[in-house]
């Protein structure tokens, strides 16, 4: 069963949140992380702040051509992501926190994507393009995770 306007506005404001969580922690590791290890890592990071960024334009576009409110800071509930780890030199801390946040990404826009099957074309199509990307992140990642812990 399809959702409704008013659910499909929530859910893409969910997964606004999401990405502008993921900004923030995302600059925030790539400026924290310490260490010759930490390099590649943050490189990655410092990159995919942008696409993540443009991730949220999009949505928010969306949600007001659907009708809805961008909702501001204040109206947004954060932390429901792995926090950056204080120890500065914690790679791989930092890795699994990419991967978690990823996989949420990946897991909420597939609801999104079931939510407007055969009702909401366009949203179902952002939503399978912003999957992409961030199974593209995912995969990068995990690669990551092998390496540091092989």
């Not at 992501?81 to 030199?89: A, E, H, M, V």
């Not at 909420?108 to 055969?118: E, L, S």
């Amino acid at each position: 069963m399809a959702a409704s306007r008013e659910e499909i506005i929530q859910l893409l404001t969910t997964a606004y949140r999401m990405e502008l969580e993921t900004v923030m922690n995302y600059i925030s590791q790539s400026i924290n992380l310490d260490g010759v290890r930490a390099e590649e890592i943050k490189k990655s990071l410092a990159g995919d702040v942008a696409e993540e960024t443009m991730h949220a334009t999009l949505l928010g576009k969306r949600i007001k051509q659907l009708g809805g409110f961008i909702p501001g800071s204040a109206d947004l509930e954060f932390g429901s992501q792995i926090q950056p780890s204080k120890k500065t030199t914690d790679v791989v801390a930092a890795i699994k926190a990419v991967i978690d946040a990823e996989q949420k990404a990946c897991d909420h826009y597939k609801a999104v994507i079931r939510a407007t099957d055969g009702e909401d074309y366009v949203t179902q199509d952002l939503c399978i393009r912003l999957l992409s990307d961030e199974e593209e992140h995912l995969i990068l990642f995990q690669g990551f995770l092998k390496e540091y812990e092989g």
